[in-house]
């Protein structure tokens, strides 16, 4: 039987450093590390056949693999790739004068992910990134020159020492550096990192907030629409694969901590590089895409939880008793609901996990 395209996620566990505030499995690696993990990758790759509609390779850092290993992994797939499959790869801007980036354009690499984090170099080195502002437009040109149309920014809002002006500099370079797509997150204080263990001058909660408006505001009045709480895009440079999880569509994450959704179960590799080289298995993590995770995942989307698609999916109309949960909070100004559906509003977005977890209680 032929398999639906699914989309596929790429776990690379390798940094040069870690960031004080990442809580994501990381190490440094070793050039032997490095290719006994891009092996095994390339192996697990070969054990299923489904046709890929989108590839992300996500970390860690995938750049820090190098162009060789980069290519290797893509040529591991490339007969399954249906037309047009979205393939991302997270790069660090320090990492591209390392990159042969026409190489992996040419090979069918063809969205990019950066991490800007901030455009202020103090904002920078407080997040512990490498490199500066300029090192990051220039990243920026070598991939446009190397043809790569479809490039995102990632923007951090709430971190140390940020103010409106700060943000509004950093939103200026995002916007101004001729990129497609960006995605713009409140930083989180994650137990067990170094941030969540020294003193630092951050946001408060309704600064924080301000801060996230200010940013929803400035992207979209530079043409960038929101399609989900923290991403935004021009038209037609949605991340596509970003959009299968939060459809509820089906992923295959392949390496260390990687999460997958196949024929309905869930379920994820542990996040130790040595245990996958070793071939230990994944664990399983229950059945997933039920209605009240379908709700939740719907909601952080700007076009909400679909009447039609809800139909389609369940062979049900969106159940009335959560409309009634729903009633209050639109009262609130924090969801709207109508026939075709129910979305979060903006105010909705910035407490939607409180709003979220009220209508599904
Ligand atoms: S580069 Fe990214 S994945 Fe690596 S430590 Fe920093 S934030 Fe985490």
């Known amino acids: 039987m032929a398999h639906a395209a699914i989309g596929l996620y790429v776990h690379v566990p390798f940094c040069r450093g870690k960031c004080p505030y990442c809580d994501f499995y990381s190490l440094r690696g070793t050039d032997a ?10 192996q697990i790759l070969s054990t299923r056949d489904n046709p890929l509609s989108t590839v992300y ?62 455009a202020v170099d103090t904002e920078r080195r407080a997040l512990g ?26 923007v951090m809002l709430a971190v140390p020492g940020q ?19 960006v995605s713009a997150y409140l930083l989180k204080i994650e137990p067990g990192t170094p941030f969540a263990h020294r003193p630092l001058d951050l946001p408060d909660e309704d600064a924080a907030a301000e801060l996230y408006i200010q940013a929803c505001e400035t992207l979209e009045k530079a043409g960038f629409a929101q399609y989900e709480i923290s991403n935004f895009a021009r038209p037609g440079f949605e991340s596509q694969h970003n959009l299968k999880y939060w459809r509820s569509e089906e992923y295959w994450g392949v390496g260390p901590g990687a999460h997958s959704f196949l024929a309905g179960q869930r379920f994820f590799a542990p996040r130790d590089l040595a245990g996958f080289l070793a071939g230990d298995g994944t664990v399983p993590d229950g059945r997933g895409g039920d209605f009240a995770e379908y ?22 109309a969106i159940p009335a008793e959560l409309r009634a949960k729903a009633a209050p909070l639109e009262r609130h100004g924090l969801l709207i609901c109508d026939e075709n559906g129910m979305l979060l509003t903006r105010k909705g977005f910035l407490l939607s996990n409180a709003v979220i977890g009220a209508l599904l209680a």
Do not use: W
């Open 33 to 42: 590390q490095k290719d006994a993990y891009t092996e095994r990758v390339c």
């Open 57 to 118: 390779l996500g970390g860690g850092t995938p750049s820090q693999l190098g162009t060789a290993r980069l290519l290797r992994i893509l040529e591991a797939v490339q007969g399954r790739l249906v037309h047009d499959a979205e393939i991302t790869l997270e790069i660090n801007p320090s990492d591209v004068p390392d990159l042969d980036c026409a190489a992996l354009r040419r090979a069918g690499y063809n969205r990019v992910s950066l991490g800007l984090q901030s």
């Open 129 to 154: 990134r490498r490199g500066n502002t300029a090192d990051v437009a220039r990243a920026v040109q070598t991939l446009q020159s190397a043809g790569f149309a479809n490039i995102s920014l990632d």
């Open 163 to 181: 103010s409106a002006d700060s943000l509004r500099t950093t939103l200026q370079f995002a916007t101004h550096a001729g990129v497609q797509h």
């Open 295 to 316: 709700t939740m995942l719907a909601l952080r989307l700007r076009e909400g939880l679909r009447a039609d698609a809800v139909q389609a999916r369940f062979g049900h």
